[in-house]
């Protein structure tokens, strides 16, 4: 068979060596690492009196568990501190280049490898983090890895995967106003549910998808493991070689030349067959909301809770505790509940064109009485531009406050949980039990949906507001 | 990493039947900062097993004295969420060898199977009826034999054959790890990154 899909060829030109009745050894070509899945690889290695074998190859910062005020001064809560420390002290040790607090690079992993430029068609990436497959969005193979696969990444630049099977999701049409990359994640995962994408790869495809900035493929691709699928990826066109020229490790000159004749090769064959294949209309996506405790139950911002009548035995009692933890009952509007907390940020959602976009929707209005909101950039780089472009003082002026970059409530390691009982509009990619503080009741939306929770004090529609937006 | 090489278990099993049991369930995210992989089973199911004061629930399936073994039966699509292997040591630090499931998420079941913890798939049918059979009696006893891949219910003395890549059942039934395989390549990684460049 001679017709390869996108993600065939450039998995099968990463193999090393195929073990016997085993998985492939697949060559990694940038790994990045953040501070909480890597210590244990690092003590690991050492252990095992090894070195790093491809420091160049490696990049990291700490992400997950640092505050987002006062950076500039030292670590308050003692294991965070910990844990950061560790991150450099390794570092240092085996010339791995770090993106540490302060430094004008550091951010979220997800959003400082695109940035930066080492996010590039055709490689393999991965880091100790599900959301790594935010980088396929530029026809990459990203995906998450254990920290005993981080422990081999750094021994040997290679891991043992097997290889997975091969999706295509295909958004078609023009999207409606107010509708965003967001909602098509959230509205795909509510279609196929948290576990049908497993043991897949997806390629997402269609105008809809093609249609979209950088920015918005990231947010798509990073919601690809909700789905339960190893990882996402597009094919890289016009738009991904405009976002990728001119930065910090673009290839320059000559080698450009090269790149983009290589990347222009990187496309699914018309005749390549896909195991699995979904076609949605992008006329049929609303602005989407999460009203449970997992990504796939969230549905259009104007309907109901399902009844969930169709559901029986262990799906029907997953569906009802569901439910009892969010205080909401079947076949409720979800327009107009109360909610007190909205956090914007989060590899998902923390980019540049989601804080435009959620400072373009509030400009001229205020943040309702009530509400707390955590405005949390994805990185340095995104906190300077829109200091750049006046976004803080907009945000300023509506009431609300910009924070300093790193994953913040999007998992609650820091400070920065949601309390027990409350509701959260949130940006971010998660709404499990928890995920954003103990107790802590998650809605997943759009920075639109956020922006409009965050003026009114309760879920709205964000279409509702378009006129003057 | 070492752990204990996998042949044969016959042990009771702790049902836990809920679907989507996602790592952040496992193991919160708040309980990830340690730089050491110990200590992590005192906080399983952190949140279901204990209330906001730290007391046990008595709800909760591993705060029932009834339940015990190094078995955890788990709903569909078991450890979706965050890859974090956390999730996986604090299973298997908790005492067990074996997860059973009709249905695991990817990096998951990758983790458990790096850690020395077992993940075997059965029917779902197969499943329902574990949990009728703990349920009936707690102490029934179940046996995965890794070496012709099968589990069985002892009480009904029906059994499935379960599915497991052939290295990993070499490396599982061997107490070995990938480091050392991927090590040992180094020349011919060396000699692929030419390629490359
Ligand atoms: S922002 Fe959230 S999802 Fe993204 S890397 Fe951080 S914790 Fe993970």
Redesign the interface.
Known sequence: MTTKTLFDKIWDSHV??Q?????D?L?I?RHLVHE??S??AF??LET?G?KV?RPENTIATPD??VPTINQHMTIQEE??R??VD?LTRNCEKHGIQLCGLNHPWHGIVHVIGPELGITQPGRTIVC???HTSTHGAFGAIAF??????V??VL????I?Q?K?KRMRISVEGTLKKGVTAKDIALYIISKIS??GG??HFIEYAGSAIRSLSMEGRMTICNMSIES?A?GGMIAPDETTFNYIKGREYAPKGEEWDKAVAYWNTLKSDEDAVFDTEYTYDAADIEPMITYGT?PGMGTGITRNIPLGDDLAG??K??FE?SLQYMGYHAGERLLGKPIDYVFVGSCTNGRIEDLRAFAGFIRGKKKAPGVTAWIVPGSKQVEKAAQEEGLIDILNEAGFELRQPGCSAC???NDDKIP?GKYAVSTSN?N????QG??ARTLLASPLTAAAAAVTGMITDPREFLIDY | ?SYDKFTTITSPAVPL????V?T??II???F??????KGFGDNLFR?WRYD?SGLPKADFVLNNPVYSGQILVG???FG???????A?WAIYDYGFRVVVSS?F???FK??AL??GLLPVVVSAEFLQKIFNTIESDPKAEFTVDLASQTFTNVTSGESEPFDI????KHCLMNGL???D???S??D??AE??KT?L
């Open positions: 090393v060596q073990v016997e009745g085993g998985p050894v060559y070509d909480v899945t210590p244990v003590l690991g095992r090894l074998f997950h568990n294991l965070s910990h844990q560790m100790g983090d599900s998450g890895i254990g920290t005993s696969e422990e081999m021994a040997s630049q290679c043992l097997p997975p948290t576990s497993t043991g339960g190893r997992n262990s799906d009692l997953t505790k998992l609650a390691m027990e998660r499990f039990e928890g995920r103990p107790g | 990493m039947p809920v679907e989507n996602d952040d369930q919160p995210a708040r990830l900062k340690a730089v050491e992989r949140d906001r709903g569909k699509n979706s969420g965050s890859s974090r292997e956390h996986a249905f998420a990817d990096i990758n983790n790096n850690n890549n052939p290295y990993k790890d990938d480091i395989f991927l090590v390549l180094k011919e990684i692929f990154e490359r």
